[in-house]
């Protein structure tokens, strides 16, 4: 009896503990990749999903029966609204602005100038143009949309005063005969003075 004293033997522990594990390189490597993994993915949705935030603003509009796409105007475009504008004053609207650089212009120009744009990226370069050109007080530009052509030939027909002048760039108005019509190709601009649309104007 006194032979089999002591504790007994806890064989299970010691199979568990006599078990090999992986090596502490390699357990290391492991979770590096891991975490490495788990970086490149989140960077990758962060990337499709900032892409696509800023691309279907521009890809939205040529999945409408009406397609106006965004084209920037160009220089040579812009001295010709200018043009058009000289010995008037007042206030202009500039429906589908894009980046604002005729509003801008118009601003230095003297007009109180306003543009409406349906991208939004767009508007918030435009007021960054404007504030960046010193023109931010006279120029105000907003999130609309307004692409529907012949709806707004008619709007426009109906709500504006007979001195009004409307300037189209690129896109004449369907329905309309214009004044003047100066520029070619891309740097067409059509002319309409609402007074000569009802009637009650003459043309030079």
């Known amino acids: 009896m006194e032979g089999g004293g002591g504790a ?29 993994g788990l970086l490149l993915t989140g960077i990758v949705g962060g990337t499709l999903m900032a892409v696509y935030a800023v691309a279907t603003p521009f890809v939205t509009p040529a999945l409408r029966k009406v397609c ?10 812009i001295e010709n609204v200018v043009k058009m504008l000289q010995s008037r004053s007042g206030s202009l609207v500039d429906i589908g602005s894009g980046d604002g650089r005729i509003v801008v212009a118009a601003a230095k120009a003297g007009f ?29 530009f907003y999130i609309s949309d307004l692409w529907k052509m012949p709806q707004l030939e008619k709007k426009l027909g109906l709500e504006l005063k007979d001195d009004a002048r409307v300037i189209a760039c690129r896109f004449p108005f369907p329905h309309w005969s214009p ?8 740097d067409t601009v059509w002319v309409y003075d609402v007074g000569t649309l009802r009637g009650k104007g003459r043309r030079p």
Do not use: I
């Not at 109180?112 to 007021?127: I, K």
């Not at 004044?179 to 891309?186: A, F, K, L, N, S």
């Open 68 to 77: 106006l796409p965004f084209v920037p105007a160009t220089t040579k475009q």
């Open 112 to 140: 109180t100038a306003v543009g409406y744009e349906l991208n939004p990226w767009l508007v918030w370069y435009s007021r960054y143009r404007a504030w960046q050109e010193g023109v931010h007080g006279s120029t105000k």
């Open 179 to 186: 004044d003047h019509v100066t520029g070619e190709g891309t």
């Open 8 to 36: 007994a033997p806890e064989p299970l522990q010691e199979e568990s503990q006599a078990q090999p594990g992986l090596p502490p390189s390699l357990e290391a490597n492991t979770l590096k990749k891991s975490r490495w």
